[in-house]
């Protein structure tokens, strides 16, 4: 007799998100990329934009400008992305994935190209593991 906790149970089921999910991952994933690149391409790296914030003009984008260049300077993009995807590779679930995904692209979008790489690999190698249990 086979006594191991699969034979009763039988094998969990790998994580895949199913269609409803990735109705709402999708446009997520691509609205948190579109504004990376719009705050990158139309707020960071102008140069007009910039001197006009550093002459001191109080605008919503220039605080934006400033948080974003401050979080890019300390890696923090690139940090959570990769401890979200670290997670998510241990004990993988929708909110962790999509979390992970958001802050990979940020990553990858602001200049932390290696830490946002390897949490999307990271977040690629998760869908071999087994999912959250259901009954």
Known sequence: ??????????P???FRPGPHTLNWLIPLGMGALG????MRYMVVQPTLVAL???AGL???SCYARSAILILTHLYLFG???LAVAAIQFI????SAFA???VFAGFALVFQNEIAGALATMLLILSFARPGPATA
Do not use: D, F
């Open 12 to 14: 969990r089921s790998l």
């Open 91 to 94: 004990a993988p679930s929708l």
């Open 1 to 10: 007799m086979n006594s191991s906790p699969e034979s009763h149970q039988g």
């Open 99 to 101: 979390m992970g995904m």
């Open 58 to 60: 109080e605008s919503a």
């Open 35 to 38: 504004w990376a690149l719009y």
């Open 52 to 54: 006009a914030c550093e």
């Open 79 to 81: 940090a959570i992305a």
